[in-house]
């Protein structure tokens, strides 16, 4: 692989391979700890989201009816 590798994309993007491997040999494989923490976070915003939605829907369809 070049190691230099220069891509110019169209709209004035362009990026160096080099800093993106750079990046990639840095990274890890999370410990079974750490993926439970994300799992719980990511889960709980899901629900968390979902509940607001949810109250939004109500009072958009309930609360007019209310009214007439």
């Known amino acids: 692989m070049a ?3 220069k891509i110019d994309m169209p709209g004035e993007i ?3 391979l080099q800093d993106y491997w750079r990046i990639i040999k840095l990274t890890r494989k999370p410990t079974r700890e750490e993926f439970k923490t994300i799992t719980k976070i990511a889960g709980a915003g899901i629900l968390l989201i979902g509940f607001i939605g949810f109250v939004v829907y109500l009072l958009l369809t309930e609360l007019p009816r209310g009214i007439y």
């Open 3 to 5: 190691k230099n590798l």
């Open 14 to 16: 362009s990026f160096n």
